[in-house]
């Protein structure tokens, strides 16, 4: 009997020093495993730490294996699987850039009104909308827009926290 392969938001808090992500994604390559999403930012500036959110998919043994190597990686301070220790709120931004004229200009603001996205640059031909949400709601506009003009996407990648007072 097969396991079932399911997608996992992780969060990694490491020493911000170079070589460290690297070595995170080398980890992955390394063994063959998948990152869907990627984001690093420092969140501590006076201890020098950062985060690193991944998002990969796999059976509920190789999620286990992953956040085990991690572990083991020395600058590593904590690691956290965000699926699998309850309730966590995921969002990603995107910047969607849409060049159209006359109706489609007009059905491309009524849209980006429904998902409540951000007009944050515009020409007489074209729009920069910016939009955050969960990945399926950008999804969702970016295949809306594909018939409008869409003529280009930048993705930020997931970022997660856990609900509550509790710290990573």
Same mark, same amino acid.
């Given at each position: 009997?097969?396991?079932? @392969?399911?997608?996992?938001?992780?969060?990694?808090?490491?020493? #911000?020093?170079?070589?460290?992500?690297?070595?995170?994604?080398?980890?992955?390559?390394?063994?063959?495993?998948?990152?869907?999403?990627?984001?690093?930012?420092?969140?501590?500036?006076? #201890?020098?730490?950062?985060?690193?959110?991944? !998002?990969?998919?796999?059976?509920?043994?190789?999620?286990? $294996?992953?956040?085990? $190597?991690?572990?083991?990686?020395?600058?590593?301070?904590? @690691?956290?699987?965000?699926? *699998?220790?309850?309730?966590? !709120?995921?969002?990603?931004?995107?910047?969607?850039?849409?060049?159209?004229? *006359?109706?489609?200009?007009?059905?491309?603001?009524?849209?980006?009104?429904?998902?409540?996205?951000?007009? @944050?640059?515009?020409?007489?031909?074209?729009?920069?909308?910016?939009?955050?949400?969960?990945?399926?709601?950008?999804?969702?506009?970016?295949?809306?827009?594909?018939?409008?003009?869409? @003529?280009?996407?930048?993705?930020?990648?997931?970022?997660?926290?856990?609900?509550?007072?509790?710290?990573?």
């Amino acid at each position: 009997m097969e396991e079932e @392969v399911n997608k996992h938001t992780i969060s990694v808090l490491v020493d #911000n020093e170079t070589g460290v992500l690297a070595r995170v994604i080398g980890l992955f390559s390394g063994r063959g495993y998948n990152i869907e999403s990627l984001t690093v930012a420092e969140v501590d500036k006076r #201890n020098s730490v950062s985060r690193i959110t991944v !998002v990969t998919s796999g059976t509920p043994m190789i999620i286990e $294996q992953i956040k085990a $190597q991690l572990s083991r990686l020395v600058p590593v301070h904590k @690691v956290s699987d965000h699926t *699998g220790e309850g309730p966590h !709120v995921e969002r990603e931004l995107a910047l969607i850039k849409v060049a159209c004229s *006359g109706e489609k200009r007009v059905e491309s603001l009524r849209i980006a009104d429904i998902f409540r996205a951000r007009v @944050v640059d515009s020409t007489n031909r074209s729009f920069v909308f910016e939009i955050t949400g969960a990945t399926e709601k950008l999804e969702a506009v970016i295949k809306l827009m594909m018939p409008l003009g869409l @003529v280009e996407v930048s993705r930020t990648g997931v970022v997660a926290i856990a609900r509550g007072e509790k710290p990573i």
